[in-house]
């Protein structure tokens, strides 16, 4: 008869353990390495009551929401979830600079690509799965002046590819695309017999044109996602000049936002290439124009004076004064001040810190736990 001692049944039982607590670790890696590799988007919102000049975009991923761009326009979920194409203000410029751009954001790794830049509003986006496993996005354009439709095919993976103005998407029959073209002249008809906003954002247009087109186009998508990357020049003559685009962000007076008692949005303005911070900053104490006034948007300077900046070893040293007559900031003020100047600064490389100092005598950061120090 075989007997097992008591020193070797212990051991045994031992290494039964340590294989049981190996295995489990095993199995809750694999559980972690799968959900990580699953992560798949499944609703969105946008938070701003101005769609027009976008807002925060969040995605909810496994009942989470995260969010993946400070400004968009309107979202879309794409590839099943693994990706999100949004759209944003800072495309080619065209007509009064009203060019989107599209994004896209991969879920898993977090990263974002600038896919298409445009001189025409994206009005609607459709995605296109093709029989070879390779996916298009569908894009339909319109412009402020004559109202007119545009239709572009990207490739998610490259960029834009494909590009017919007038033009609007009829049909799309697998990997095929029928095209309505129409005159200059028809638009003002067509757009009067929709309604809009449109509410379906999608390439197709809410209702077929109620004039008969002047040409037809069908095209096959396999043929279209072969071609070159189409990369649109900037229109305005500024850049081209030594000028260069920025950011100011100014204060979205009637928007609201969870937890916070105020909310800024960016506009866009025009400054030398070659400093680009001093002009920038000047521009942000010019404050808001009579459009952009009209669109939402508030000073967030409140009357302050710009007295210069100092950039040094990344850090950004902004002056101001209070001129006497300007009292008029109420009790957010100076928090939106400080907000604003540190986001626009920012949006430049060699600024890593911004300090705001005062000289003379200010009133204005008085509900501020601590006041602004005095320039030295």
Same mark, same amino acid.
């Given at each position: 008869?075989?007997?097992? *001692? +008591? ?5 045994? %039982?031992?290494?039964?353990? /340590?294989?049981? #607590?190996? @295995?489990? =670790? ?106 070879? *496993? +390779? ?5 339909? %354009?319109?412009?402020?002046? /004559?109202?007119? #439709?545009? @239709?572009? =095919? ?223």
């Amino acid at each position: 008869m075989f007997c097992v *001692g +008591r020193s070797e049944n212990g051991e045994f %039982m031992k290494r039964i353990t /340590l294989y049981l #607590s190996i @295995f489990t =670790v095993l199995i809750g890696i694999s559980a972690i390495s799968a959900i990580a590799q699953d992560l798949r988007a499944t609703a969105f919102e946008i938070k701003t009551e101005n769609r027009e000049f976008g807002g925060q975009a969040f995605i909810t991923v496994n009942g989470q929401q995260k969010m993946i761009a400070e400004h968009a326009i309107d979202v879309w979920i794409i590839n099943d979830g693994r990706e999100v194409v949004y759209s944003d203000r800072d495309g080619a410029g065209g007509f009064e600079n009203e060019g989107h751009s599209l994004k896209i954001y991969e879920v898993k790794t977090g990263k974002t690509r600038k896919i298409m830049e445009q001189y025409y509003m994206v009005v609607g986006l459709s995605e296109v799965k093709l029989k070879n *496993g +390779r996916i298009a996005l569908l894009v339909r %354009m319109e412009d402020g002046g /004559l109202g007119a #439709s545009y @239709f572009s =095919v990207v490739d998610p993976k490259r960029g834009e590819v494909f590009f017919r103005p007038f033009a609007e998407l009829s049909r799309q029959n697998g990997d095929k695309l029928t095209l309505l073209f129409y005159k200059e002249d028809d638009w003002e008809t067509i757009i009067q017999s929709r309604d809009y906003p449109d509410a379906k954002k999608s390439a197709f247009p809410t209702k077929r044109a109620t004039v008969k087109s002047a040409k037809t186009e069908i095209h096959n998508l396999n043929v279209i996602l072969k071609n070159k990357v189409i990369y649109n020049k900037p229109t305005n003559e500024y850049l081209e000049a030594g000028f260069k685009r920025v950011k100011l962000y100014l204060w979205r007076v009637n928007d609201n936002q969870p937890n916070k008692n105020f909310v800024l949005g960016t506009v866009e303005r025009e400054v030398e290439a070659a400093a680009p911070l001093r002009p920038t900053l000047e521009e942000l104490f010019k404050g808001a124009t009579k459009y952009e006034e009209e669109k939402g948007f508030g000073s967030v300077t409140f009357g302050m004076k710009f007295e210069g900046v100092v950039l040094k070893n990344g850090i950004a040293t902004v002056k101001f004064s209070q001129p006497k007559n300007e009292t008029n900031y109420g009790t957010l003020g100076s928090f939106i001040f400080l907000e604003a100047i540190e986001k626009t600064a920012k949006q430049f490389p060699t600024v890593k810190k911004v300090e705001i100092c005062a000289i003379g005598e200010t009133l204005f950061d008085a509900q501020m736990e601590r006041q602004f120090p005095r320039c030295k």
